[in-house]
């Protein structure tokens, strides 16, 4: 069974989905700004998954210079996924974060960094016990310059692990943004409403060389 999680569904096997979007009808948990499509100008947007989201998320939320965070899917087929869908691997989504972030404050060199070390971008449909395509690491871009970065720090970082014997290949899928779907309400801030759940986040103990 674990063995068939870690295989990506084809678009015409994906679930169908459905036409109406989960919109969050409250603000951030944390810092009060609103959590819908919007970008306010003059911030730019990410989106990583690095395994469950409840744990990345608040790894990005506590940094001076984000603006905004949420789970959500991206990266797969089905449109407006629910939860229990995407955990089905029927959808082809991972769970994702969507960072919101003034590039004044904070560069993206630094969310790269995050990114890199607090989770094991090696492990392919996977991230510890947590198996399956809907755990794979990504990053989704929003801008040539992005995408760029990204590949970058991808090539910094694998040579990184190499330096420390940590011989496997990175696995993550960098590519442009498409779809974003905001994950249901409960899911939102997880665990700022409950701090003793459960978070997956580990890294290999390597840290990415500076730039």
Same mark, same amino acid.
Request: negative net charge; hydrophobic residues 30%; aromatic residues 10%.
């Given at each position: 069974?674990?063995?068939?999680?870690?295989?990506?569904?084809?678009?015409?096997?994906?679930?169908?989905?459905?036409?109406?979007?989960?919109?969050?009808?409250?603000?951030?948990?944390?810092?009060?700004?609103?959590?819908?499509?919007?970008?306010?100008?003059?911030?730019?947007?990410?989106?990583?998954?690095?395994?469950?989201?409840?744990?990345?998320?608040?790894?990005?939320?506590?940094?001076?210079?984000?603006?905004?965070?949420?789970?959500?899917?991206?990266?797969?087929?089905?449109?407006?996924?629910?939860?229990?869908?995407?955990?089905?691997?029927?959808?082809?989504?991972?769970?994702?974060?969507?960072?919101?972030?003034?590039?004044?404050?904070?560069?993206?060199?630094?969310?790269?960094?995050?990114?890199?070390?607090?989770?094991?971008?090696?492990?392919?449909?996977?991230?510890?016990?947590?198996?399956?395509?809907?755990?794979?690491?990504?990053?989704?871009?929003?801008?040539?310059?992005?995408?760029?970065?990204?590949?970058?720090?991808?090539?910094? &970082?694998? !040579?990184?692990?190499?330096? $420390? *014997?940590? =011989?496997?290949?990175?696995?993550?899928?960098?590519?442009?943004? %498409?779809?974003? &779907?905001? !994950?249901?309400?409960?899911? $939102? *801030?997880? =665990?700022?409403?409950?701090?003793?759940?459960?978070?997956?986040? %580990?890294?290999?103990?390597?840290?990415?060389?500076?730039?």
């Amino acid at each position: 069974m674990s063995a068939k999680k870690q295989v990506m569904i084809s678009p015409e096997a994906a679930l169908i989905g459905r036409a109406t979007p989960i919109l969050p009808s409250l603000p951030h948990a944390v810092n009060g700004t609103p959590i819908n499509d919007h970008k306010p100008e003059g911030l730019e947007e990410l989106i990583v998954g690095m395994g469950c989201f409840w744990g990345a998320e608040r790894l990005f939320w506590q940094l001076d210079g984000v603006y905004s965070t949420s789970v959500g899917y991206s990266g797969g087929f089905t449109p407006n996924p629910s939860y229990e869908e995407v955990c089905t691997g029927k959808t082809g989504h991972s769970e994702v974060v969507r960072i919101l972030f003034d590039p004044a404050q904070i560069p993206l060199k630094q969310l790269f960094a995050l990114f890199w070390e607090n989770h094991d971008p090696t492990q392919g449909m996977q991230q510890d016990n947590d198996i399956g395509t809907q755990y794979r690491s990504v990053i989704y871009t929003t801008s040539p310059s992005q995408l760029d970065q990204a590949l970058q720090s991808k090539e910094h &970082y694998q !040579a990184a692990l190499k330096q $420390q *014997q940590h =011989l496997l290949e990175i696995t993550t899928e960098i590519e442009p943004a %498409g779809n974003y &779907y905001f !994950a249901e309400e409960y899911h $939102q *801030q997880y =665990l700022a409403k409950n701090p003793g759940g459960y978070c997956g986040l %580990g890294g290999t103990g390597v840290c990415l060389p500076p730039q």
